[in-house]
DNA sequence: TATGCGTGGGT
DNA sequence: TACCCAAGCAT
């Protein structure tokens, strides 16, 4: 049972949406949702595992060459493994990329394409956790499930001035998300409050000024909105170092390898290296006159920097060492490797 | 519950 | 520069 001030927050955020929501390729806006359009789910699960984690300005793109190449769940599931590793590539958290795969091949076979609606059901699959299934159940079947990602958390954390720390509390948060999600348009207020968190209720700056929940906020009203949503704080990111080695034949092809499916860069393609660590080991593909070219690459990931060496040496003819890739000069394209060997390549290719 | 997992843009 | 942050999930 919900009080008169929740269903008034509601109804003052779907106003807001329905003059300042966002467009995106894969949103049905509020006027057309109201005639009665509803978004395809394979559009709305594509672009919510696309957007974990990720920006929609890095989305975008990515969101048309996919649905561009692949239209259809059914049409996704009988891509080639590495195709679609290579269409994700610089998007990062590639185990997406597999999980989507995986998804996909299961809405397919044992949903006959349909996506389940029922947000149970949903979490069962790949990459589905529980924000990604509220978001496909609100989103594209109009049930009125909870969203909460990070501008939830946000928003919530401010319009109720909690100070408790990120993750513990997220219950706390999500209760009162849920408070706020209405018995209708639950698709559209899941967005509406992610938009707020995206363009009013910013981490930085807020426009508090501008914001439809000026009132009723109570960390604007003590004036904490900007030490909020309060979060444990993080560990230092140690630095590794590492070797990568690209050969080339005469005929300009060059030798990769497909990293194992688990861990870090899981299942793409990366130039053959050593360990990465503190005193990474020489491990060079084949016994060679391998030179090392000037520079380095720095990289960053999730939880460590990175600084590579590059290596060169020829590729002799007929040369096929097990456990590696060789591709052709007109098949290799920089742009399916992930980004920290696209940079080794970038460095390689200018020196 | 904590950790591993990418990348690019903003400040 | 060195953080912080972005529509999280799997283990």
New binding site residues.
Partial sequence: MRDCTEIDLSKTLLDWYDRHA?E?P??IGPVDRAAGVMPDPYRVWL???M?????????RDYFIRFTTRWPTVKALAQAQDDQVMGEW????????AR?LLK?ARVVAAEYDGQFPERYDEL?T???????????IAA?AFDQSET????????VMARLYDIHDPL??S??LLKEKAASLTPPLRPGDHA?AV??L??TIC????PACGICPLYAPCLARAAGTQTEL?Q???????PTRLGHIYIAQRRDGALLLERRPD?????G?LGWPGSDWSDAPVENPPFPARWQEIPGEVR??????HLILRIWTTKLPDGFTPDDFVIMDKHQFKPSD???????GFDLWRGQ
């Fill in positions: 966002r995106m894969w949103r672009s919510e595992v957007l974990q984690q990720t920006t929609v300005a890095a989305v590539a610089g998007l990062g958290y590639y185990a997406r999980n998804c979490l699959l790949p990459g589905v956790g529980p924000y990604t299934a509220a978001a989103i969203v909460l990602d990070g501008n939830v958390e946000r993750p513990g997220k219950p967005q992610m938009d968190g995206a910013t981490p930085k700056s949503p979060k444990t704080p993080k560990k230092p990111k688990k861990g870090l860069l899981g793409m990289h960053t990931f999730t939880h460590f490797l992930p980004t920290v060997m696209r940079k």
